[in-house]
């Protein structure tokens, strides 16, 4: 449908918009702060209401315009899977308004409403992928959600490690490829939404030796076929 392939392509606008800021935003702040060792809020808190807020607002806007997208498709799956991508954006949001404390500081309430804020967003989104997986509008890129759903389960024990036992090692580095892993689950859903199709008919069996009305047949396997209008259509 059009209107799909328009929320796809404003999907992938917004979704390119907030890489962009991200990047500026880590080539703005202070040279001392190293993207290896702390996170994106890190960086972001020391640039308060900067453009990683505002990319992290994007990202979330265009998560909204592919739910939008991807709301043709029925099933208890499919609710869920909306409901999980619903809960990454009020995440994001939350984060964005919410800063973490300085680093190196004490953790105050604020800072670790914005953890537990990005903590549900990071697990949704990869569950919600891969219920999204299971929905016949997306079968062409199921493989790939898959995928990067499980990469980013990796990438995620691997920060919870670096978070807790492992003393913060390499933080910086596990969180940015987890949340590259879980966008490029966003991406490739936009991108399959950009390729929609219109269906105008729907082919439909016709009784063997009953002869369309307009003269004409089309044959296969011994049947005859016709193609009545689709519902609203």
Do not use: C, K, Q
């Not at 606008?13 to 907030?18: K, N, P, T, V």
């Not at 799956?77 to 999980?84: I, K, N, P, S, V």
């Not at 729907?202 to 009784?207: A, G, L, Q, S």
């Amino acid at each position: 449908m059009p209107e799909t392939r328009s929320t796809g392509l404003l999907a992938l606008g917004g979704i390119a918009l907030a890489a962009l800021l991200t990047v500026i935003g880590h080539l703005e702040v202070n040279d001392d702060l190293s993207p290896w060792a702390l996170t994106i809020s890190d960086f972001a808190v020391s640039d308060r209401g900067g453009v990683i807020d505002v990319a992290m607002v994007v990202l979330a806007l265009a998560t909204v315009a592919l739910l939008h997208g991807v709301r043709r498709t029925r099933g208890r799956a499919g609710r869920t899977a909306e409901l999980l991508l619903g809960a990454w954006v009020a995440g994001l949001l939350l984060a964005a308004v919410v800063p973490t404390n300085e680093p190196g500081t004490t953790m105050t309430t604020a800072a670790y409403l914005h953890r537990y804020a990005s903590v549900v967003a990071f697990l949704a989104l990869p569950v919600g992928g891969w219920l999204l997986a299971r929905r016949p509008d997306l079968a062409p890129a199921a493989r790939m959600l898959r995928g990067l759903v499980l990469v980013s389960i990796v990438l995620a024990a691997a920060m919870v490690w670096s978070a807790y036992p492992g003393d913060r090692v390499l933080i910086g580095l596990a969180e940015r490829l987890l949340i590259l892993t879980e966008v490029g689950v966003l991406t490739t859903v936009a991108l399959v939404l950009t390729r929609a199709t219109v269906d105008h008919g729907v082919v439909v069996p016709r009784e063997r030796g009953v002869a369309p009305r307009n003269g004409h047949h089309n044959s296969r396997i011994g049947e005859e076929w016709r193609v009545t209008p689709a519902r609203g259509a």
